[in-house]
């Protein structure tokens, strides 16, 4: 079994309760879920809230909500703590719950390599940065991988460091430069062998959950995409995806 679970947190620091903002007439977990629900692989989805608003909001909408501890403090142990409740889950899909419009295809894509090859446990997205306002943002992070597509290394700089260029842009047009899209699948082994690891010095100072496994040894396959999506961190970010959905809504309309 396929599982897609969601960490929504009510409590989030520059959004305060982020999963159930309104766009335009759906809080945004909402919006997630249905996304996610695109999928071809996933056989199952699953909030993962610390709130009961937030699980009665997602229940009432005709979706699944597990409660976790409210000392639960990432995602990732958030999405461990149900998964380790889903006795016949082979593979969890990190879904993060501020992308309300994902692309099914994109989560799909993320998962084949798990499929398909055997000694892959872990993968994730990446995408070409093709501007300079992604490249200069530390929060944006940017990975760079091997010619097997293995990630070697996540920053919140840029990487990697294009000696020849004279400028920002120069150095997007000069080299791939590639952002990481922090969509997770894992064998359900490995999601629970890595939120029981201990954080890694260089997690501590990129603040990067992902540095953990590469600290440890373990490899992290990269899925590049073309394709993109909207991530809601700040009030600012939420106007824009309010204008996102009117504009997909009208093209909908439209057709």
Same mark, same amino acid.
């Given at each position: 079994?396929?599982?897609?679970?969601?960490?929504?947190?009510?409590?989030?620091?520059?959004?305060?309760?982020?999963?159930?903002?309104?766009?335009?007439?759906?809080?945004?977990?909402?919006?997630?879920?249905?996304?996610?629900?695109? !999928?071809? %692989?996933?056989? @199952? =989805?699953?909030?993962?809230?610390?709130?009961?608003?937030? +699980?009665?909001?997602?229940?009432? /909408?005709?979706?699944?909500?597990?409660?976790?501890?409210?000392?639960?403090?990432?995602?990732?142990?958030?999405?461990?703590?149900?998964?380790?409740?889903?006795?016949?889950?082979?593979?969890?899909?990190?879904?993060?719950?501020?992308?309300?419009?994902?692309?099914?295809?994109?989560?799909?894509?993320?998962?084949?390599?798990?499929?398909?090859?055997?000694?892959?446990?872990? !993968?994730? %997205?990446?995408? @070409? =940065?093709?501007?300079?306002?992604?490249?200069?943002?530390? +929060?944006?992070?940017?990975?760079? /991988?091997?010619?097997?597509?293995?990630?070697?290394?996540?920053?919140?700089?840029?990487?990697?460091?294009?000696?020849?260029?004279?400028?920002?842009?120069?150095?997007?047009?000069?080299?791939?430069?590639?952002?990481?899209?922090?969509?997770?699948?894992?064998?359900?082994e490995y999601l629970l062998k890595f939120t029981k690891l201990?954080?890694?010095?260089?997690?501590?100072?990129?603040?990067?959950?992902?540095?953990?496994?590469?600290?440890?040894?373990?490899?992290?396959?990269?899925?590049?995409?073309?394709?993109?999506?909207?991530?809601?961190?700040?009030?600012?970010?939420?106007?824009?995806?309010?204008?996102?959905?009117?504009?997909?809504?009208?093209?909908?309309?439209?057709?």
């Amino acid at each position: 079994m396929i599982v897609g679970i969601i960490p929504a947190r009510f409590a989030s620091t520059r959004l305060f309760g982020k999963p159930l903002a309104n766009i335009h007439g759906k809080p945004m977990i909402q919006h997630t879920y249905e996304s996610a629900s695109k !999928s071809n %692989l996933l056989n @199952k =989805i699953v909030v993962a809230t610390d709130d009961e608003r937030i +699980a009665k909001i997602v229940k009432g /909408f005709g979706g699944e909500a597990e409660l976790t501890p409210k000392e639960i403090q990432t995602g990732s142990d958030r999405i461990a703590y149900v998964a380790e409740k889903i006795p016949d889950a082979k593979i969890i899909v990190n879904i993060q719950g501020d992308e309300p419009f994902i692309p099914a295809e994109m989560i799909d894509k993320a998962i084949e390599p798990l499929l398909f090859d055997k000694t892959i446990h872990i !993968s994730t %997205l990446a995408k @070409k =940065i093709d501007t300079v306002a992604e490249l200069r943002s530390p +929060a944006v992070v940017k990975v760079v /991988f091997d010619y097997q597509n293995f990630a070697l290394y996540f920053s919140r700089s840029p990487i990697p460091f294009v000696r020849d260029a004279s400028s920002n842009l120069e150095k997007i047009q000069i080299a791939d430069v590639y952002k990481h899209i922090g969509l997770y699948v894992f064998s359900k082994e490995y999601l629970l062998k890595f939120t029981k690891l201990p954080q890694t010095d260089l997690e501590k100072t990129e603040k990067l959950e992902q540095l953990r496994l590469l600290e440890n040894g373990y490899k992290i396959k990269i899925v590049v995409t073309n394709l993109d999506s909207l991530s809601v961190d700040t009030q600012e970010d939420l106007e824009r995806a309010r204008i996102y959905y009117k504009k997909l809504m009208k093209r909908r309309y439209d057709e």
